[in-house]
């Protein structure tokens, strides 16, 4: 028992630590002299995470791209890292699933999200069925790779089925398939679970969004006669777009990243690698640091379109205002 | 204003739908959940639907997960107190630093404001395999003076601190969507009054925010919840710090294949994320992000 | 700091017997393995000196029970010198250990289960203290202490072992068909060919090379010992040192060898189905069908022994047994391949290298061996002390003079091959790639020194 005392002691001493750095800041901005007032309260209000930021993200990044141009031994090697990626038909294979995953997870996870947070708007039961398409986001990887195990899992035609999909295929007479093991048909098995974790967070931020749509706007558009269609795109899209924007621009970074899900179900073989693996398998696993460095600039490149459009509706909301 | 119109925007065609769709979504979890339950070699014999005809339950897997182990593991519910202790203060550190940076980057006045919101932005992109060891190295050989460290291994600090530093990026950039849609005139009526920012700050945008706080705060506490890679960096494995993650990936077994094991553990770890989200459901009524106060 | 205790503990000498066998109970069935045992005789530990509040971290993959019973191996260790024994175990071992040498938090000791892994972190290392050379002079081969040691510097002291290459098989079921345990390779393939010819419902072999981020390993091990059995020891050493390519036309002869079996959807893949739901069967779940009377023969390393299910009696008149991969060339000698750990150090306080002194020693090999499912190769191992026919079996096979012994190769690869290019080039091999073209890949990727 005094371990779990211990504990929390920790955490309330952590937690007053933080409020106390917090209240100095405050403190101080709120007693600042007036020239310059605006200034000092800019930093204080931003200091504390962009020095974490600075520390934990942009020094790793810059020491990143620098490894990216060195060899195993820490030797400046110029290009060689990328020239082994872009050459070298294995990480060629890596970069193409990268593309299909991130073109596919947040089109069809930000739709299907989309599409249910409409249709169970204001239904009977809405939390529950909120809820069952919710849970997979509260499982966590490793749980999901168990659970989809179970559902692709291959055993041959004479044996007990154990994977649910491969049960199917034989009660239709079909013989089993191994799923995961066919390229390049078995990217498409992976990129459904990660669809079917990312669907719970799409649902959720756009089904709180179709509910900030104020009532009259609806009501206007019912009285006119549109039909459920209409509404949906005429009302509901153009609403809730920035909210669409904001899922669409999550789910592809966090799909750019997509690591755990192949890591566990796969470990990257039968050509299912995507690039954050490789990098993984690279860095920590073969010994190739450089290698998993130039792949981790080429993620960072890969997500250079996805910034560039966000900077452009910054610009434009700037205009409106 | 009208009263509330009940009749449903969609048909019975969309119901259906609605219904596949969380059938689909739902039966691989449930196969887990039944399979959780039956011997081990019921679980590699044959498949979960087989329990309609054979009825052999068991809570033995359980059982399994939640006896107190060796000496490294008192029982599973210090790795839980553990989780808790880990995710709570990172997801508070995380939503009060990105909601004060993200106020500022919508409402502060300062130049080249725009570029630094889009290059912090862009700093999701940092895998952060590659920023554990340079981190790792921060705490350990910098933050200290002479024999002591600032974030001490073997704590919770350490941890603490590296969630905050990775959540950062996305809660500025989801926080500030929704911060920047508050209608100026609250927060200009505000200054001519003449309060400074901590005051609109911890007075107006705060409670305004509440909505946007709690959503984003859900999906914080879940990644954490279910973070096993900086845990394993950062923690040092024993029953003092470790999360309930690096537990379950280790009671798997030596050898791997304990799937029925794995099989309880998950729906162990399941428990508090579910519970979180029914808990604060009610705070999702308004966005996350758009259309805040508009209209 | 190590100071003297003032704490003296007067204990009868016939309790070391004792508590010998209190541990052993134990380790077989109860979970209460945590702390020492009440009557630790420490006249056996008196060499280490005594400690206050000492502490040594040690971090590994060992996990699960037989994490347990490793650190009932130190109980009484701790009780007599005061140090106390922070362990860690983790399957993330092999990636967490380099991030966390890097970063600073290097564990006091790490057990490492490749040497390729051990050279890699040669540059953080603590090279091992006299003592615990001179125990391993003593204890083990010159071969072992090789293992150990990187650029002529002497390292980590080998921990346990483990004799791979064994077929485990059902004797009864032997018996009654009437089928020989093979003493040739050739014997071996015909007996194939006659169980897939004649048997409607049972399969040769059954395999399983699914290891989550490692799938494949269990090929390796396949190859490695047609590899040594084909072409001999030294063939083997110019494999693993790369002096002949890794696509030598001898080793792509081994490699079809194997493949002859794993290839062909005839003789694998009993209980699961055909030759590629190898790369999707658990390897811990791969050996089951032999017990269903599936499959007739599976080939895994002594470890094996703990993943049959619980009760299972592992003996020559039991359930199931196991014989060794019988030779190519009978007049060639008895050779083996294994694998083992090792036990290097990060720091150098004298409690760190008293424990590293204690883990070398003979004595905790007998304390260890005792307690069931593990092996060793220290010579001051007593095979009696085994748990089982088969350890006690492995045992006198790894003392024995004539047996020439071979480590696992791909765990003396450097990493880029032996934990990487060598384990996904198996897996594309079952799943339809030629050994040529296998074979190619692998060489390809060996590091350019």
Known sequence: MEDFADKGLQVVVGLAIFAAIIGLIMLVVDRAPKSGREKLQVAGFLAPALILLAVGLVFPALQTSYISFTNRNGEFVGLDNFVWMFTQPEALVTLRNTLIWVVLVPLLASSIGLAYAVFIDRARGEKALKALVFMPMAISFVGAGVIWRFVYAYKGAEQNQIGLLNQILVWLGQEPKQFLLDAPENTFFLIAVMIWIQTGFAMVVLSAAIKGIPTEIVEAARLDGASAWQQFRNVTIPTIRGSLIVVITTITIGTLKVFDIVRTMTAGQYETSVVANEMYTQAFRAGEPGRGAALALVLFLMVLPVVVYNARLLRKQKEIR | MQKRVKQRLTSRRATAAAIIIAVIWTVPTFGLLVSSFRPEDNIKGNGWWNVLTDRQFTLENYADVLSPGGSQSPNLLSYFVNSLAIVIPGTVFTLVLGAMAAYMFAWGRFRGKDSLFIFVFALQIVPLQMALIPLLQLFTKVLKFGDFQVLPSGTYAQLWVAHTIFGLPLAIFLLHNFIAEIPGEVIEAARVDGAGHSTIFWRIIIPLATPALASFGIFQFLWLWNDLLVALVFSGGGADVAPITQRLAEIQGSRGGEWQRLTAGAFVSIIVPLAVFFGLQRYFVRGLLAGGLKG | MAKTRSRKLVLPAAALSVSLLALAGCGSGGSDSAGGSENADCAAYESYGTFEDAEVSVYSTIVDVEAERLEATWADFSECTGIEVAYEGSKEFETQIGVRAQGGTAPDLAIFPQPGLLATQAGFLKPAPQEVSDLVDEGWSEDWKAYGTVDGTFYAAPMLASIKGYIWYVPATFEEKGWE?????????????????????????????????????????????????????????????????????????????????????????????????????????????????????????????????????????????????????????????????????????????????????????????????????????????????????????????????????????????????????????????STEEVTQTVEDSWPAS
């Open chain 3, 181 to 433: 345990v093979p003493t040739t390779w050739d014997e071996m393939m015909e007996l194939t060919e006659k169980i897939a010819s004649e048997e409607e419902d049972i399969k040769p072999w059954c395999a399983g090379f699914e290891s989550g981020e490692a799938t494949g390993w269990p090929g390796t091990d396949w190859v490695e010992d047609a590899v040594l059995r084909e072409n001999g020891p030294e063939v083997y050493d110019q494999w693993v040192t790369h002096e002949i390519p890794f696509n030598d036309p001898q080793i792509v002869k081994s490699f079809d060898r194997v493949g002859d079996i794993l290839k062909n959807d005839d003789y694998v893949n009993g209980g699961f189905g055909d030759s590629r739901s190898i790369l999707s069967t658990p390897f811990s779940e791969a050996g089951q069908p032999v017990l269903d009377g599936q499959c007739a023969m599976h080939h895994q390393a002594s470890f094996q022994a703990s993943n049959w299910p619980e009760g299972t009696n592992v003996a020559e008149d039991g359930d199931v047994w196991a014989f060794m991969t019988p030779p190519v060339d009978p007049a060639a000698g008895t050779a083996v391949t294994g694998g083992g750990e090792f036990i290097g150090a990060y720091t150098d306080r004298p409690e760190v290298q008293a424990l590293q002194a204690f883990m070398a020693s003979a004595d905790f090999a007998n304390i260890r061996v005792a307690l069931g499912g593990n092996i060793s190769a220290n010579k001051g191992l007593d095979p009696e002390v085994a748990t089982s026919d088969l350890d006690r079996q492995s045992i006198e096979l790894l003392q024995d003079p004539n047996t020439v012994f071979r480590f696992d190769a791909s765990d003396l690869m450097p990493g880029a091959v032996g934990s990487n290019s060598f384990w996904s080039g198996i897996v594309n091999w079952i799943n339809g790639s």
